[in-house]
């Protein structure tokens, strides 16, 4: 399981998780989204909803067939204490170094909204559906699909077992550049420390369920704006 890789294992690992980190940057489940508005019939928005689910569905299911497959650790573990604080602790760090980078792109590029965030926003402003499954995504679906390819994937079977340092960086900045196709290298700077210390967390605790914790963690509290916007519609 902890074997050192073989060149051909990990020129072929490479190009699985190139194939799964291409279906996440593409965005596929989100199209569906498109298609509900209040003017739609109630069929065609109950059957973009199941395709919504639906592809996030097969994604998810191929992240998890890839990390059982090719991973080093259990995708069954239980969340521990040490997981559970240690997702925390470093969401805390996380955030405070979102707030100053924050800072500095508004004080020089007086931008405060990533070109990734401004895709949410205008999909937002369709109706209450819309809404409840994007947040529902962003919260829970996101997280596990994300987590699975940028970390369990990657770090797990396109690096030797010893390496440390040089999986957390690429995962880190693979992450930041996926979440923000403008660039703006504080938006991508955040992202990539984001990125950082959730693969920084997973390293420690082997354990995929502590960085999903905190990559949910992270998206409920970004989520806050979008659900006092769905309250006031």
């Not at 931008?111 to 895709?119: G, H, I, V």
């Not at 962003?138 to 994300?146: H, V, W, Y």
């Not at 990657?154 to 077992?161: G, R």
């Not at 999903?212 to 963690?217: A, G, K, S």
Request: with cysteine; proline share 3%.
């Amino acid at each position: 399981m902890n074997s050192r890789l073989k060149g051909s294992e990990i020129f072929r690992n490479a190009l699985i998780f190139f194939g799964m980190f291409v279906l996440v940057l593409g965005g596929f489940q989100f199209l569906p989204l498109s298609l509900i508005n209040d003017h739609s019939g109630v069929l065609k928005n109950i059957l973009a909803s199941v395709a919504y689910f639906a592809i996030y569905g097969v994604l998810i299911w191929l992240s998890i067939a890839c990390y059982k497959k090719y991973g080093r650790h259990s995708i069954n573990q239980k969340l521990r204490p040490y997981d559970f604080k240690m997702a925390i602790m470093f969401y805390g760090i996380s955030i405070i170094l979102e707030m100053v980078l924050s800072v500095l792109n508004m004080v020089i590029y007086n931008k405060t909204t990533s070109s990734n965030q401004q895709a949410i926003n205008e999909m937002l402003n369709r109706n209450h559906l819309t809404l409840i499954l994007m947040l529902f995504g962003l919260i829970i679906l996101s997280p596990i699909l994300e987590e699975l390819v940028f970390r369990g994937i990657l770090m797990d079977s396109v690096f030797q077992p010893g390496a440390k340092w040089l999986p957390i960086v690429i995962s880190g900045a693979l992450f930041g550049l996926a979440h923000s196709p403008g660039f703006n290298i504080f938006f991508i700077l955040t992202y990539f420390e984001m990125g950082f210390f959730m693969a920084y967390v997973y390293r420690k605790t082997g354990n995929i369920k502590a960085n999903i914790t905190m990559h949910m963690l992270n998206n409920l509290i970004s989520s806050i704006g979008i659900i006092q916007i769905m309250f006031q519609k």
